[in-house]
Protein backbone atom coordinates (compact mmCIF):
# COMPACT_ATOMS: atom_id res chain seq x y z
CA UNK A 1 0.00 0.00 0.00
CA UNK A 2 1.38 3.44 -1.21
CA UNK A 3 0.37 6.98 -0.18
CA UNK A 4 -1.45 9.14 -2.42
CA UNK A 5 0.87 11.09 -4.88
CA UNK A 6 -0.97 13.32 -7.93
CA UNK A 7 1.86 16.04 -8.66
CA UNK A 8 0.72 19.14 -8.72
CA UNK A 9 -3.20 18.47 -8.22
CA UNK A 10 -3.92 18.03 -4.41
CA UNK A 11 -1.38 20.33 -3.01
CA UNK A 12 -0.68 24.43 -3.08
CA UNK A 13 2.74 25.27 -1.84
CA UNK A 14 3.45 28.96 -1.61
CA UNK A 15 7.07 30.20 -1.14
CA UNK A 16 7.19 33.81 -0.37
CA UNK A 17 10.65 33.95 0.98
CA UNK A 18 13.38 34.34 -1.65
CA UNK A 19 16.09 35.88 0.47
CA UNK A 20 19.49 33.66 1.24
CA UNK A 21 21.31 33.52 4.69
CA UNK A 22 23.42 36.39 5.80
CA UNK A 23 26.01 33.71 6.18
CA UNK A 24 26.12 32.55 2.38
CA UNK A 25 29.12 33.07 0.19
CA UNK A 26 26.13 34.89 -2.59
CA UNK A 27 26.05 37.72 0.40
CA UNK A 28 29.73 38.04 0.76
CA UNK A 29 30.18 38.24 -3.01
CA UNK A 30 27.65 41.23 -3.17
CA UNK A 31 29.20 42.78 -0.08
CA UNK A 32 32.43 43.10 -1.57
CA UNK A 33 31.40 43.81 -5.28
CA UNK A 34 29.59 46.64 -3.48
CA UNK A 35 32.68 47.93 -2.15
CA UNK A 36 34.15 48.96 -5.00
CA UNK A 37 33.84 52.60 -5.61
CA UNK A 38 31.19 53.17 -8.34
CA UNK A 39 32.92 55.50 -11.17
CA UNK A 40 35.48 51.80 -10.85
CA UNK A 41 32.74 49.54 -11.70
CA UNK A 42 30.90 51.74 -14.27
CA UNK A 43 34.24 52.63 -15.99
CA UNK A 44 33.13 54.84 -19.72
CA UNK A 45 29.27 54.68 -20.25
CA UNK A 46 27.61 54.38 -23.59
CA UNK A 47 24.64 57.63 -23.75
CA UNK A 48 23.31 56.05 -26.21
CA UNK A 49 21.81 52.93 -26.94
CA UNK A 50 19.69 50.60 -24.80
CA UNK A 51 21.23 50.95 -21.03
CA UNK A 52 23.25 47.83 -20.36
CA UNK A 53 22.88 45.75 -17.51
CA UNK A 54 24.70 47.01 -14.46
CA UNK A 55 28.48 45.64 -14.29
CA UNK A 56 28.66 45.00 -10.96
CA UNK A 57 25.65 42.60 -11.22
CA UNK A 58 27.24 40.81 -14.23
CA UNK A 59 30.15 40.60 -12.05
CA UNK A 60 28.59 39.55 -9.19
CA UNK A 61 26.93 36.59 -11.07
CA UNK A 62 30.26 35.37 -12.82
CA UNK A 63 31.86 35.17 -9.54
CA UNK A 64 29.43 33.00 -8.13
CA UNK A 65 29.09 30.73 -11.13
CA UNK A 66 32.60 30.28 -11.37
CA UNK A 67 32.38 29.16 -7.30
CA UNK A 68 30.15 26.36 -8.34
CA UNK A 69 32.51 25.15 -11.55
CA UNK A 70 29.99 25.96 -13.72
CA UNK A 71 31.96 28.25 -16.72
CA UNK A 72 30.09 27.87 -19.58
CA UNK A 73 27.54 31.12 -20.76
CA UNK A 74 24.60 28.48 -21.33
CA UNK A 75 25.24 26.74 -18.19
CA UNK A 76 25.41 30.24 -16.22
CA UNK A 77 21.93 31.17 -17.97
CA UNK A 78 20.50 28.43 -16.92
CA UNK A 79 21.23 29.08 -13.26
CA UNK A 80 19.78 32.82 -13.54
CA UNK A 81 16.35 30.25 -13.88
CA UNK A 82 16.88 27.60 -11.38
CA UNK A 83 19.24 28.98 -8.72
CA UNK A 84 18.20 30.77 -5.67
CA UNK A 85 21.04 33.20 -5.05
CA UNK A 86 21.97 33.40 -8.53
CA UNK A 87 18.72 35.21 -8.68
CA UNK A 88 19.12 37.00 -6.00
CA UNK A 89 22.00 38.72 -7.61
CA UNK A 90 20.77 39.16 -10.96
CA UNK A 91 17.47 40.35 -9.19
CA UNK A 92 15.31 37.79 -11.01
CA UNK A 93 16.26 39.38 -14.12
CA UNK A 94 16.75 36.80 -16.88
CA UNK A 95 20.62 37.84 -19.11
CA UNK A 96 20.83 36.40 -22.52
CA UNK A 97 24.25 34.04 -22.01
CA UNK A 98 25.11 36.21 -25.36
CA UNK A 99 25.35 39.44 -23.08
CA UNK A 100 27.16 37.48 -20.36
CA UNK A 101 29.82 36.06 -22.84
CA UNK A 102 30.40 39.67 -24.08
CA UNK A 103 31.04 41.15 -20.79
CA UNK A 104 33.12 38.47 -19.55
CA UNK A 105 35.30 39.29 -22.67
CA UNK A 106 34.97 43.17 -23.03
CA UNK A 107 37.64 45.39 -22.32
CA UNK A 108 35.62 46.65 -18.87
CA UNK A 109 35.38 43.64 -17.41
CA UNK A 110 39.40 43.10 -17.69
CA UNK A 111 40.23 46.19 -16.07
CA UNK A 112 37.43 45.46 -13.31
CA UNK A 113 38.79 42.35 -12.13
CA UNK A 114 42.50 43.44 -12.58
CA UNK A 115 41.20 46.20 -10.26
CA UNK A 116 39.39 44.40 -8.07
CA UNK A 117 42.34 43.23 -6.45
CA UNK A 118 43.39 46.32 -5.19
CA UNK A 119 40.77 46.64 -3.45
CA UNK A 120 40.95 42.95 -2.04
CA UNK A 121 44.27 43.68 -0.93
CA UNK A 122 43.08 46.92 1.04
CA UNK A 123 40.42 44.71 2.57
CA UNK A 124 43.32 42.13 3.65
CA UNK A 125 45.42 44.73 5.05
CA UNK A 126 42.86 46.53 7.52
CA UNK A 127 41.67 43.21 8.58
CA UNK A 128 45.48 42.08 9.36
CA UNK A 129 45.72 39.18 7.60
CA UNK A 130 48.77 40.05 5.12
CA UNK A 131 51.60 37.77 6.36
CA UNK A 132 53.86 39.45 7.97
CA UNK A 133 54.45 42.24 5.24
CA UNK A 134 55.10 39.31 2.74
CA UNK A 135 54.55 38.58 -0.44
CA UNK A 136 55.12 35.45 -2.41
CA UNK A 137 55.19 34.64 -5.88
CA UNK A 138 55.16 31.44 -8.26
CA UNK A 139 53.93 30.70 -11.58
CA UNK A 140 52.16 27.78 -13.10
CA UNK A 141 50.95 26.73 -16.76
CA UNK A 142 47.70 26.42 -17.82
CA UNK A 143 46.38 25.11 -21.37
CA UNK A 144 44.70 27.31 -23.51
CA UNK A 145 41.17 26.91 -25.15
CA UNK A 146 42.59 25.94 -28.36
CA UNK A 147 43.26 23.11 -30.84
CA UNK A 148 46.87 21.15 -29.84
CA UNK A 149 47.76 20.66 -33.52
CA UNK A 150 47.48 23.56 -34.88
CA UNK A 151 50.75 25.03 -34.31
CA UNK A 152 53.11 27.83 -36.34
CA UNK A 153 56.61 27.24 -35.79
CA UNK A 154 59.45 30.38 -35.73
CA UNK A 155 62.04 28.15 -38.06
CA UNK A 156 59.83 26.54 -40.22
CA UNK A 157 58.34 30.02 -40.90
CA UNK A 158 61.97 31.66 -40.68
CA UNK A 159 63.20 29.01 -43.24
CA UNK A 160 60.30 29.03 -45.49
CA UNK A 161 60.43 33.24 -45.80
CA UNK A 162 64.22 33.14 -47.05
CA UNK A 163 63.70 30.45 -49.64
CA UNK A 164 60.60 32.96 -50.49
CA UNK A 165 62.92 35.79 -50.54
CA UNK A 166 65.30 34.18 -52.55
CA UNK A 167 62.52 33.02 -55.44
CA UNK A 168 61.04 37.01 -55.07
CA UNK A 169 64.71 38.26 -56.17
CA UNK A 170 65.18 35.61 -59.12
CA UNK A 171 61.69 36.49 -60.81
CA UNK A 172 62.68 40.00 -60.02
CA UNK A 173 65.86 39.86 -61.89
CA UNK A 174 64.42 37.96 -64.62
CA UNK A 175 61.26 40.38 -64.85
CA UNK A 176 64.33 43.30 -64.91
CA UNK A 177 66.10 41.22 -67.32
CA UNK A 178 63.05 41.43 -70.16
CA UNK A 179 61.98 45.25 -69.54
CA UNK A 180 59.22 44.76 -67.77
CA UNK A 181 59.86 46.55 -63.82
CA UNK A 182 61.57 49.10 -63.56
CA UNK A 183 64.95 48.91 -60.94
CA UNK A 184 63.85 48.72 -57.45
CA UNK A 185 65.90 48.16 -54.50
CA UNK A 186 66.28 43.72 -53.35
CA UNK A 187 65.17 44.67 -50.02
CA UNK A 188 61.69 46.05 -51.10
CA UNK A 189 61.16 43.27 -53.45
CA UNK A 190 61.43 40.54 -50.64
CA UNK A 191 58.78 41.95 -48.84
CA UNK A 192 54.95 41.93 -50.11
CA UNK A 193 54.45 45.37 -50.93
CA UNK A 194 57.26 45.00 -53.25
CA UNK A 195 55.37 41.97 -54.93
CA UNK A 196 52.57 43.94 -55.04
CA UNK A 197 53.70 46.78 -57.17
CA UNK A 198 55.68 44.06 -59.46
CA UNK A 199 52.58 42.27 -59.72
CA UNK A 200 51.26 45.55 -61.12
CA UNK A 201 54.00 46.65 -63.35
CA UNK A 202 53.72 42.96 -65.15
CA UNK A 203 49.70 43.62 -65.09
CA UNK A 204 50.38 47.05 -66.78
CA UNK A 205 52.63 45.20 -68.91
CA UNK A 206 50.01 42.93 -69.84
CA UNK A 207 47.49 45.24 -70.90
CA UNK A 208 49.92 47.27 -73.20
CA UNK A 209 50.75 43.86 -74.94
CA UNK A 210 47.02 43.06 -75.10
CA UNK A 211 46.14 46.24 -76.83
CA UNK A 212 49.35 45.95 -79.71
CA UNK A 213 47.88 42.27 -80.15
CA UNK A 214 44.66 43.86 -81.19
CA UNK A 215 45.92 45.84 -84.12
CA UNK A 216 47.80 43.10 -85.57
CA UNK A 217 46.85 41.20 -88.42
CA UNK A 218 44.95 37.95 -87.29
CA UNK A 219 47.32 35.39 -89.36
CA UNK A 220 51.12 36.17 -88.87
CA UNK A 221 54.08 33.94 -90.46
CA UNK A 222 55.99 32.14 -87.63
CA UNK A 223 53.38 33.12 -84.76
CA UNK A 224 53.04 36.82 -82.59
CA UNK A 225 56.00 37.64 -80.54
CA UNK A 226 54.12 39.94 -78.63
CA UNK A 227 51.59 36.73 -78.25
CA UNK A 228 54.72 34.76 -76.83
CA UNK A 229 55.81 37.39 -74.61
CA UNK A 230 52.53 38.22 -73.66
CA UNK A 231 52.27 34.34 -72.26
CA UNK A 232 55.31 34.31 -70.50
CA UNK A 233 54.38 37.40 -68.48
CA UNK A 234 50.99 36.18 -67.55
CA UNK A 235 53.34 32.92 -65.90
CA UNK A 236 54.91 35.17 -64.19
CA UNK A 237 51.69 37.70 -62.79
CA UNK A 238 50.07 34.27 -62.01
CA UNK A 239 52.92 32.78 -60.41
CA UNK A 240 52.85 36.42 -58.30
CA UNK A 241 49.47 36.57 -57.56
CA UNK A 242 48.55 33.13 -56.76
CA UNK A 243 51.84 31.75 -54.76
CA UNK A 244 54.43 34.59 -54.32
CA UNK A 245 52.08 37.33 -52.90
CA UNK A 246 49.89 35.51 -50.56
CA UNK A 247 52.76 33.58 -49.13
CA UNK A 248 54.85 36.62 -48.19
CA UNK A 249 51.84 38.32 -46.72
CA UNK A 250 51.35 35.21 -44.70
CA UNK A 251 54.93 34.84 -42.97
CA UNK A 252 55.08 38.35 -42.68
CA UNK A 253 51.28 38.44 -40.11
CA UNK A 254 53.07 34.95 -38.30
CA UNK A 255 56.40 36.94 -37.39
CA UNK A 256 54.48 40.04 -36.51
CA UNK A 257 52.10 37.68 -34.12
CA UNK A 258 55.27 35.63 -33.12
CA UNK A 259 56.66 38.65 -31.22
CA UNK A 260 59.78 36.88 -29.79
CA UNK A 261 58.01 33.42 -29.20
CA UNK A 262 58.92 30.41 -30.37
CA UNK A 263 55.00 29.11 -31.68
CA UNK A 264 51.81 29.89 -31.42
CA UNK A 265 48.08 28.41 -31.95
CA UNK A 266 46.08 28.94 -35.17
CA UNK A 267 43.15 29.47 -33.02
CA UNK A 268 44.13 30.99 -30.26
CA UNK A 269 47.51 33.50 -31.65
CA UNK A 270 48.33 34.16 -27.50
CA UNK A 271 48.87 30.87 -26.71
CA UNK A 272 52.51 29.47 -26.73
CA UNK A 273 53.36 26.00 -27.14
CA UNK A 274 54.77 24.86 -23.88
CA UNK A 275 55.52 21.72 -21.76
CA UNK A 276 52.40 21.02 -19.41
CA UNK A 277 52.87 18.74 -15.95
CA UNK A 278 49.59 16.68 -17.67
CA UNK A 279 51.13 14.98 -19.93
CA UNK A 280 49.09 11.78 -19.99
CA UNK A 281 50.98 10.22 -23.04
CA UNK A 282 54.43 10.04 -21.47
CA UNK A 283 56.39 11.91 -24.68
CA UNK A 284 57.02 15.56 -24.05
CA UNK A 285 54.16 16.42 -25.97
CA UNK A 286 54.03 20.36 -26.58
CA UNK A 287 50.41 22.02 -25.76
CA UNK A 288 49.18 25.74 -26.53
CA UNK A 289 49.42 26.81 -22.90
CA UNK A 290 49.90 30.54 -20.83
CA UNK A 291 52.41 31.08 -18.28
CA UNK A 292 50.12 32.22 -14.87
CA UNK A 293 52.04 34.12 -12.32
CA UNK A 294 50.34 35.05 -9.26
CA UNK A 295 51.78 36.71 -5.85
CA UNK A 296 49.58 35.82 -2.82
CA UNK A 297 49.94 36.83 1.12
CA UNK A 298 48.25 33.90 4.08
CA UNK A 299 46.92 31.93 0.97
CA UNK A 300 44.67 34.94 -0.93
CA UNK A 301 46.17 36.38 -4.64
CA UNK A 302 46.95 39.61 -4.30
CA UNK A 303 48.12 40.38 -7.91
CA UNK A 304 48.46 38.03 -10.99
CA UNK A 305 49.46 38.42 -14.88
CA UNK A 306 49.70 36.14 -18.14
CA UNK A 307 52.78 35.70 -19.71
CA UNK A 308 53.77 33.61 -22.75
CA UNK A 309 57.57 32.25 -22.03
CA UNK A 310 57.22 28.84 -20.42
CA UNK A 311 59.99 29.54 -17.35
CA UNK A 312 59.35 31.95 -14.90
CA UNK A 313 63.05 34.01 -14.27
CA UNK A 314 62.43 36.28 -17.31
CA UNK A 315 58.72 37.07 -16.17
CA UNK A 316 59.97 38.52 -12.42
CA UNK A 317 60.99 41.73 -13.45
CA UNK A 318 57.76 42.51 -15.76
CA UNK A 319 55.70 41.02 -13.08
CA UNK A 320 57.02 43.34 -10.16
CA UNK A 321 56.79 46.66 -12.48
CA UNK A 322 52.90 45.86 -13.01
CA UNK A 323 52.03 45.20 -9.53
CA UNK A 324 49.88 48.02 -7.86
CA UNK A 325 49.93 46.37 -4.37
CA UNK A 326 53.81 46.19 -4.10
CA UNK A 327 54.40 48.87 -1.73
CA UNK A 328 52.30 47.01 0.91
CA UNK A 329 55.00 44.60 1.01
CA UNK A 330 58.58 44.63 2.19
CA UNK A 331 59.46 40.90 1.43
CA UNK A 332 59.59 39.14 -1.53
CA UNK A 333 59.81 35.35 -1.87
CA UNK A 334 60.04 33.07 -4.80
CA UNK A 335 61.81 29.85 -5.89
CA UNK A 336 64.78 28.84 -7.17
CA UNK A 337 63.20 29.29 -10.61
CA UNK A 338 63.32 33.16 -10.44
CA UNK A 339 67.24 33.04 -8.86
CA UNK A 340 69.61 34.70 -11.55
CA UNK A 341 71.95 37.16 -11.59
CA UNK A 342 70.17 39.34 -13.52
CA UNK A 343 66.83 39.16 -11.73
CA UNK A 344 69.37 39.56 -8.18
CA UNK A 345 70.74 42.62 -10.33
CA UNK A 346 67.06 44.29 -10.94
CA UNK A 347 65.73 44.00 -7.02
CA UNK A 348 69.12 45.36 -6.11
CA UNK A 349 68.76 48.22 -7.97
CA UNK A 350 65.38 49.29 -8.71
CA UNK A 351 63.86 47.48 -5.11
CA UNK A 352 66.51 48.41 -2.85
CA UNK A 353 63.83 48.95 -0.28
CA UNK A 354 62.65 45.35 -0.30
CA UNK A 355 64.58 42.44 1.12
CA UNK A 356 64.18 39.19 -0.88
CA UNK A 357 63.73 35.50 -0.14
CA UNK A 358 65.08 33.79 -3.54
CA UNK A 359 67.26 30.72 -3.97
CA UNK A 360 69.25 30.44 -7.12
CA UNK A 361 69.52 27.30 -8.79
CA UNK A 362 72.64 25.21 -6.96
CA UNK A 363 71.88 26.89 -3.95
CA UNK A 364 70.59 23.48 -2.63
CA UNK A 365 73.20 21.51 -4.47
CA UNK A 366 76.12 23.68 -2.89
CA UNK A 367 75.06 22.95 0.72
CA UNK A 368 75.55 19.09 -0.17
CA UNK A 369 78.91 17.29 1.02
CA UNK A 370 79.69 15.98 -2.45
CA UNK A 371 80.07 19.53 -3.80
CA UNK A 372 82.23 21.15 -1.04
CA UNK A 373 84.16 18.45 -1.75
CA UNK A 374 84.86 18.35 -4.89
CA UNK A 375 88.31 18.88 -6.68
CA UNK A 376 86.83 20.53 -9.62
CA UNK A 377 84.64 23.24 -8.56
CA UNK A 378 86.47 26.43 -8.50
CA UNK A 379 85.02 27.72 -5.58
CA UNK A 380 87.06 24.88 -3.81
CA UNK A 381 90.26 25.55 -5.48
CA UNK A 382 92.73 27.69 -3.01
CA UNK A 383 92.97 31.19 -3.79
CA UNK A 384 95.89 34.08 -2.65
CA UNK A 385 93.83 36.99 -2.81
CA UNK A 386 96.80 39.08 -2.52
CA UNK A 387 98.37 38.22 -6.05
CA UNK A 388 95.42 36.92 -7.35
CA UNK A 389 95.85 33.84 -8.85
CA UNK A 390 94.30 30.34 -8.31
CA UNK A 391 95.67 26.61 -7.91
CA UNK A 392 93.76 23.71 -8.66
CA UNK A 393 93.74 20.31 -6.99
CA UNK A 394 96.85 19.52 -9.00
CA UNK A 395 98.37 22.40 -7.91
CA UNK A 396 98.23 24.05 -11.19
CA UNK A 397 98.64 28.02 -10.94
CA UNK A 398 95.86 29.57 -13.01
CA UNK A 399 96.84 33.91 -13.34
CA UNK A 400 94.58 36.90 -14.08
CA UNK A 401 94.65 37.27 -17.90
CA UNK A 402 92.17 39.96 -18.73
CA UNK A 403 88.53 41.08 -18.32
CA UNK A 404 85.51 39.66 -20.76
CA UNK A 405 82.04 40.63 -20.97
CA UNK A 406 79.19 38.56 -22.20
CA UNK A 407 75.69 40.18 -22.88
CA UNK A 408 72.69 37.58 -22.35
CA UNK A 409 70.52 37.80 -25.54
CA UNK A 410 67.56 36.89 -23.55
CA UNK A 411 67.29 39.64 -21.07
CA UNK A 412 70.28 42.22 -22.77
CA UNK A 413 72.23 42.25 -19.55
CA UNK A 414 76.02 42.61 -19.96
CA UNK A 415 78.16 40.57 -17.24
CA UNK A 416 81.70 41.21 -16.39
CA UNK A 417 83.99 37.95 -15.82
CA UNK A 418 87.63 38.03 -14.89
CA UNK A 419 89.52 35.06 -17.32
CA UNK A 420 92.18 33.30 -15.20
CA UNK A 421 94.87 30.85 -17.58
CA UNK A 422 97.17 28.65 -16.59
CA UNK A 423 100.74 29.46 -16.66
CA UNK A 424 102.48 28.59 -19.54
CA UNK A 425 105.85 27.47 -17.05
CA UNK A 426 104.87 25.41 -14.13
CA UNK A 427 106.74 23.77 -11.35
CA UNK A 428 107.24 20.74 -13.00
CA UNK A 429 106.88 19.18 -16.11
CA UNK A 430 103.43 17.31 -15.07
CA UNK A 431 101.93 20.24 -14.06
CA UNK A 432 102.80 22.30 -17.32
CA UNK A 433 101.44 18.99 -19.19
CA UNK A 434 98.06 19.42 -16.88
CA UNK A 435 97.90 23.03 -17.74
CA UNK A 436 97.33 22.36 -21.26
CA UNK A 437 94.12 21.32 -22.81
CA UNK A 438 94.16 18.03 -25.29
CA UNK A 439 94.17 20.24 -28.25
CA UNK A 440 97.58 21.67 -26.58
CA UNK A 441 95.89 25.17 -25.65
CA UNK A 442 96.66 26.92 -22.10
CA UNK A 443 93.55 26.30 -19.42
CA UNK A 444 91.52 28.88 -18.27
CA UNK A 445 88.85 29.33 -16.13
CA UNK A 446 85.89 32.07 -16.13
CA UNK A 447 84.51 34.05 -12.60
CA UNK A 448 82.18 36.22 -12.23
CA UNK A 449 82.96 38.46 -9.50
CA UNK A 450 79.24 40.29 -9.40
CA UNK A 451 77.33 36.87 -9.31
CA UNK A 452 79.81 35.70 -6.66
CA UNK A 453 78.92 38.50 -4.60
CA UNK A 454 74.92 38.35 -5.23
CA UNK A 455 75.10 34.50 -4.23
CA UNK A 456 76.85 35.01 -0.89
CA UNK A 457 74.75 37.55 -0.26
CA UNK A 458 71.66 35.29 -0.86
CA UNK A 459 72.97 32.62 1.04
CA UNK A 460 73.83 34.90 3.99
CA UNK A 461 69.88 35.68 3.95
CA UNK A 462 68.47 32.67 3.64
CA UNK A 463 70.78 30.75 6.00
CA UNK A 464 69.55 33.29 8.90
CA UNK A 465 66.83 32.02 11.24
CA UNK A 466 64.48 35.03 9.88
CA UNK A 467 65.21 33.82 6.38
CA UNK A 468 64.56 30.04 7.20
CA UNK A 469 61.48 30.93 8.73
CA UNK A 470 60.05 32.97 5.93
CA UNK A 471 61.43 30.79 2.88
CA UNK A 472 59.38 28.20 4.70
CA UNK A 473 56.25 29.63 4.43
CA UNK A 474 56.73 29.56 0.61
CA UNK A 475 55.34 25.98 0.14
CA UNK A 476 52.39 26.43 2.02
CA UNK A 477 51.33 30.00 1.13
CA UNK A 478 51.53 29.98 -2.86
CA UNK A 479 51.58 26.46 -3.59
CA UNK A 480 48.19 25.63 -2.79
CA UNK A 481 46.52 28.10 -4.38
CA UNK A 482 47.53 26.40 -7.66
CA UNK A 483 46.36 23.40 -6.45
CA UNK A 484 43.08 24.32 -5.63
CA UNK A 485 42.44 26.55 -8.50
CA UNK A 486 42.93 23.42 -11.17
CA UNK A 487 42.03 20.24 -8.91
CA UNK A 488 39.12 21.62 -6.24
CA UNK A 489 38.18 24.48 -8.54
CA UNK A 490 38.53 22.64 -11.76
CA UNK A 491 40.13 25.23 -14.06
CA UNK A 492 42.60 22.90 -15.66
CA UNK A 493 42.06 24.82 -19.07
CA UNK A 494 40.78 28.21 -19.62
CA UNK A 495 37.58 29.10 -21.18
CA UNK A 496 38.15 32.23 -23.87
CA UNK A 497 40.53 33.09 -26.39
CA UNK A 498 43.01 35.81 -26.19
CA UNK A 499 45.53 37.24 -23.89
CA UNK A 500 43.24 39.88 -22.70
CA UNK A 501 40.50 37.34 -22.40
CA UNK A 502 42.23 35.00 -20.83
CA UNK A 503 42.81 37.41 -18.38
CA UNK A 504 39.97 38.12 -17.52
CA UNK A 505 38.69 34.35 -17.29
CA UNK A 506 41.94 33.51 -14.67
CA UNK A 507 41.17 36.60 -12.54
CA UNK A 508 37.38 36.23 -12.35
CA UNK A 509 38.84 32.34 -11.03
CA UNK A 510 41.17 33.53 -8.41
CA UNK A 511 38.86 36.55 -7.06
CA UNK A 512 36.47 33.74 -6.43
CA UNK A 513 38.95 31.82 -4.88
CA UNK A 514 40.10 34.84 -2.58
CA UNK A 515 36.19 35.38 -1.88
CA UNK A 516 35.19 31.81 -1.07
CA UNK A 517 38.34 31.17 1.59
CA UNK A 518 37.66 34.53 3.02
CA UNK A 519 33.83 33.48 3.50
CA UNK A 520 34.93 29.91 4.64
CA UNK A 521 37.14 31.34 7.13
CA UNK A 522 34.64 34.31 8.66
CA UNK A 523 31.86 31.24 8.80
CA UNK A 524 34.20 29.35 10.78
CA UNK A 525 34.54 32.17 13.12
CA UNK A 526 31.00 32.62 13.49
CA UNK A 527 30.34 29.27 13.66
CA UNK A 528 33.00 28.93 16.87
CA UNK A 529 31.45 31.94 18.55
CA UNK A 530 28.45 30.54 18.05
CA UNK A 531 29.69 27.43 19.64
CA UNK A 532 31.25 28.92 22.41
CA UNK A 533 28.16 30.95 23.21
CA UNK A 534 26.11 27.37 23.35
CA UNK A 535 28.76 26.31 25.90
CA UNK A 536 28.50 28.97 27.83
CA UNK A 537 24.64 29.32 27.62
CA UNK A 538 24.87 25.36 29.29
CA UNK A 539 27.55 26.01 31.66
CA UNK A 540 25.41 28.83 33.33
CA UNK A 541 22.01 27.18 33.27
CA UNK A 542 23.95 24.10 35.26
CA UNK A 543 25.45 26.36 37.62
CA UNK A 544 22.10 27.99 37.69
CA UNK A 545 20.49 24.67 39.08
CA UNK A 546 22.76 23.91 41.14
CA UNK A 547 22.68 26.61 43.04
CA UNK A 548 19.15 26.39 43.09
CA UNK A 549 18.75 22.86 44.60
CA UNK A 550 21.75 23.91 47.35
CA UNK A 551 19.38 27.04 48.36
CA UNK A 552 16.22 24.15 48.44
CA UNK A 553 18.21 22.09 50.31
CA UNK A 554 19.15 24.35 53.00
CA UNK A 555 15.79 25.35 53.68
CA UNK A 556 14.63 21.93 53.81
CA UNK A 557 16.95 21.21 56.60
CA UNK A 558 16.24 24.32 58.73
CA UNK A 559 12.84 23.47 58.43
CA UNK A 560 12.92 19.92 60.07
CA UNK A 561 16.18 19.84 61.63
CA UNK A 562 16.37 23.16 63.55
CA UNK A 563 18.95 22.11 65.92
CA UNK A 564 21.48 21.18 63.36
CA UNK A 565 21.00 24.52 61.53
CA UNK A 566 23.58 26.15 64.07
CA UNK A 567 26.31 23.87 63.14
CA UNK A 568 25.98 23.89 59.63
CA UNK A 569 25.97 27.83 59.89
CA UNK A 570 29.13 27.74 61.86
CA UNK A 571 30.57 25.52 59.56
Known sequence: MYQNYITGQTALTLNLDFSIPNNHLATVISWFVDSIPEDVLLGDTAETGRPAYHPAMMLKILLFAYSRRVFSGRKIELMLEENLPMMVLAEHQKISYHTINNFRSSKHANQLIKKSFLYFTNLLEQEGLINEGTIFIDGTKIEADANRYTFVWRKAVEKFHEKLKDQAVKLYDELVAQEVVKAMEKEKVQTSQGLAELAQETEAEIEKLTKEIEQEPKAIPGGSPRKARRRGLKKYLHRLKKDYLPRMKKYEEAEKIFAGRNSYSKTDHDATFMHMKEDHMKNGQLKPGY????????????????????????????????????????????????????????????????????????????????????????????????????????????????????????????????????????????????????????????????????????????????????????????????????????????????????????????????????????????RSALCANKNRKKKTVKLLKLRVGLIVFLYLRISFFPDTSCIVFKS
Do not use: C
Open 291 to 526: NIQAATTDQYVVDFALYPNPTDFKTLEPFLKQMTVLDKFDKIVADAGYGSEYNYTQLEEKYSDKEYFIPYTMYEKEQTRKYKNDPSRLSNWFYNEKDDYYLDQNGVRFNFKYYSQRKDHSTGQVRDFKIYEADEFQITPELERLAKTKSGRQRQVRYNPNWQYLKEKTKEVLQSPEGKHIYSMRKYDVEPVFGHLKNVFGMRRTHLRGKKKVETDVGIALMMMNLSKYWHRRWSKD
